[in-house]
């Protein structure tokens, strides 16, 4: 018998933790926005009983109401992220989507600067949304983490159509790296991340395994996903998407599970 493992396994097998992971999230999200969502309830009802405190208490629901949106946003990434549903997928919507979502960490929102200009155009295909968040979210983070020491702070993502393939390319002003470092940066483990004491970047994201999962959901894609880099000038992270294989591949398996399934086919 073969012991080799099918792409479709390799992935697959990735998923349980991320599953469990968005399961919890969802959970969580879903109390605080029934608490949320009964606090504002209480606070309209301040706000009748005591006119003399409208102004003080609008203020308090417009900041609930700004935090419900976040939750609804939280809530609707765990069920994309944690679903095998095929589904037709925008990249350009996509990063948009990740970006508002990251606007979570006060680096993002408030030091550093970025440059996407999402195209009012660009082709659609179909997949699993979770595949290609999972693959951008980690090139993200780690693209944060290494303009982290710089003065200026400059991330730029750049979208285009090359025959037929769509072109993503994140570019970071960071820390770079040096022919050694960027020859081992997707080995499973390997890091140059030195966990600080009291800082912002907490111990368990200096695991060096973000890469190698981005690397890996790439691979078993058909994508292809490479790493120019500089020491002390930047990175390039650019991922080659073949949109139409990948499209192809997957409506075939929406026919196939239509056909397994007898609702489906009436």
Do not use: W
Not at 213 to 236: I, N, V
């Amino acid at each position: 018998m073969s012991s080799e493992t099918s792409p479709e396994h390799s992935r697959d097998a990735s998923y349980p933790r991320l599953d469990k992971l968005g399961l919890l999230v969802a959970g969580i999200t879903h109390n605080l926005n029934g608490s949320l969502t009964a606090m504002l309830g209480h606070l309209d009802l301040l706000m009748m009983i005591n006119p003399d405190l409208k102004d003080q208490l609008e203020k308090i629901v417009k900041m609930g109401k700004r935090l419900r949106g976040e939750i609804n946003m939280m809530m609707e990434k765990a069920d994309a992220d944690g679903s095998l549903r095929i589904e037709e997928i925008n990249l350009a919507t996509l990063i948009s989507l990740e970006l508002d979502f990251f606007r979570g960490d006060p680096r993002m929102k408030h030091e550093i600067e970025k440059h996407y200009e999402p195209p009012e155009e660009f082709p659609t295909f179909h997949g699993l949304t979770g595949d290609f968040t999972h693959i951008f979210d980690q090139l993200l983070m780690n693209a944060i983490e290494a303009v982290e020491e710089k003065e200026e702070k400059v991330l730029t993502i750049t979208l285009e159509v090359i025959d037929d393939n769509i072109l993503m390319t994140l570019t970071d002003n960071g820390v770079g790296m040096d022919e050694a470092t960027l020859a081992r940066a997707r080995e499973p483990f390997f890091t140059t991340k030195q966990p600080r004491p009291g800082g912002r970047q907490p111990e368990m994201r200096a695991l060096g395994i973000g890469l190698t999962h981005a690397y890996t959901l790439a691979e078993d894609l058909g994508c292809t996903l490479t790493l120019e880099s500089e020491l002390g000038m930047g990175t390039t992270a650019a991922l080659r998407i073949p949109y139409k294989e990948i499209d192809a591949k997957f409506r075939q398996k929406m026919l196939e599970q239509m056909e397994d399934d007898p609702f489906k086919r009436r």
